[in-house]
């Protein structure tokens, strides 16, 4: 089974990306219907000493787990359960920890996964899996390449936010083989030119062979000229940043790239959110927004919303008892038939009718209770 965590980027022209960055179809996750579902979540680490920290947060949370579990059933109920899931956390190796790591085990599933992300480490066992840091994660990160580009070679780096996830190998760094032929013609500018084109567009096909599986967006580090330059031959230019990292030196820890890079993303998806934000505030003027809760669970479900607003670190438990979505307080969120973030509901029923969701910080939708929507009509 597969998770597809999916990261979304628009572009200025108002193109959606969708990025696949996990292994595992979250909408197959989230319907899985299954007595003693167990979903562990915790926060790990990326490097020596402190992810051997994470070996033994995550023995305490199995151990947890199997507490409860005998707490409700015989043992002879679970023990399959018990030990499906101790081989699942013994398989896990920590050297390779991102921010965060979930596991999902029921009769049927052992699987894991590992999000650049930080969130609230707790066992959860019910008839279906945990899903909201998985659809938090999907939309709060924003999930890139940096494309590190001179004269002389190509590297490829993914990133998360200002994190370095990893930088590709073979076969980057790419080196330009035909730079010794450019330099033996250091008078003929044309064929310096179309030597240069062939290299972009060499970097470009291996670039785009490299996404094939992860499409992420692309910024590019480079110099103006360099930047225009590969633009111009570039086979997919709607998934490449409308702007570019300028750096003079092509050198460097990725660490240093990434951190430089989020400057520049970070800046413009506030611009993006700005953006959104405006249409946000004609749709009130048009009198096509809605921000009662269940006004909106019900337009959704006759597809009338295009657009969810949310404000970031919004959640809230909840049950649907006759059409009508009742909140319930937080410390009952485990509760039978409770489902765990109500927002995180609706932004799944919604884009299974073709609608987007847009995140925005803490405040920026006070007046509107944190929530809010565009309709179509």
Same mark, same amino acid.
């Given at each position: 089974m597969y998770i597809h965590q999916i990261s979304v980027f628009i572009n200025k022209n108002g193109k959606k990306i969708n990025s696949k960055i996990v292994n595992i179809e979250l909408k197959e996750l989230k319907k899985i219907i299954s007595e003693n579902s167990i979903t562990i979540i915790l926060n790990t680490h990326r490097t020596l000493p402190d992810n051997q920290k994470d070996v033994i947060l995550l023995k305490n949370l199995v151990k947890e787990a199997e507490s409860r579990l005998l707490?409700?059933?015989? &043992?002879?109920?679970?023990? &399959? $359960?018990?030990? &499906?899931?101790?081989?699942?956390?013994?398989?896990?190796?920590?050297?390779?920890?991102?921010?965060?790591? !979930? $596991?999902?085990?029921?009769?049927? !599933?052992a699987e894991f996964i590992r999000l650049p992300i930080p969130v609230e480490d707790r066992v959860v066992i019910d008839n279906t899996f945990a899903t909201r840091d998985l659809i938090r994660g999907m939309h709060n990160q924003v999930n890139y390449y940096v494309l590190e580009l001179s004269r002389d070679e190509a590297r490829l780096i993914e990133a998360s936010n200002d994190k370095v996830i990893k930088e590709l190998g073979f076969p980057f760094p790419f080196k330009n083989e035909f730079a010794q032929i450019a330099q033996s013609h250091p008078s003929n500018a044309t064929r310096r030119q179309n030597l240069m084109a062939e290299f972009f567009n060499q970097v470009d096909k291996i670039v785009n062979e490299a996404r094939k599986d992860n499409p992420?967006?692309? $910024?590019?580090?480079?110099?103006?000229?360099?930047?225009?330059?590969?633009?111009?031959?570039?086979?997919?230019?709607?998934t490449i940043f409308d702007t570019f990292l300028s750096r003079n030196k092509h050198t460097g820890?990725?660490?240093?790239i990434v951190s430089d890079a989020w400057q520049i993303v970070r800046e413009y998806n506030i611009n993006i959110n700005n953006e959104r934000k405006a249409e946000l505030q004609k749709a009130v003027s048009l009198n096509k927004f809605v921000s009662d809760t269940n006004d909106i669970y019900r337009a959704i479900k006759e597809g009338r919303i295009q657009t969810l607003f949310v404000?970031? @670190? $919004?959640?809230?438990?909840?049950i649907i008892q006759n059409e009508q979505i009742i909140y319930v307080p937080d410390d009952q969120r485990e509760g039978l038939g409770? !489902? #765990? #973030?109500?927002?995180?509901?609706? !932004?799944?029923?919604?884009?299974?009718? @073709? @609608?987007?969701?847009v995140f925005l910080p803490k405040g920026e939708l006070a007046k509107f209770n944190g929530f809010g929507a565009i309709t179509r009509y």
């Open positions: 707490a409700d059933f015989a &043992k002879r109920e679970v023990q &399959k $359960l018990i030990d &499906k899931l101790n081989r699942l956390a013994d398989s896990i190796d920590h050297r390779q920890n991102l921010e965060s790591l !979930i $596991l999902f085990v029921n009769q049927d !599933i992420l967006p692309v $910024l590019i580090s480079s110099e103006q000229e360099n930047y225009s330059a590969y633009l111009k031959i570039a086979d997919q230019p709607h820890q990725d660490h240093a404000e970031q @670190g $919004l959640f809230q438990p909840a409770v !489902i #765990d #973030d109500i927002y995180d509901e609706l !932004i799944e029923m919604n884009m299974d009718f @073709g @609608g987007d969701v």
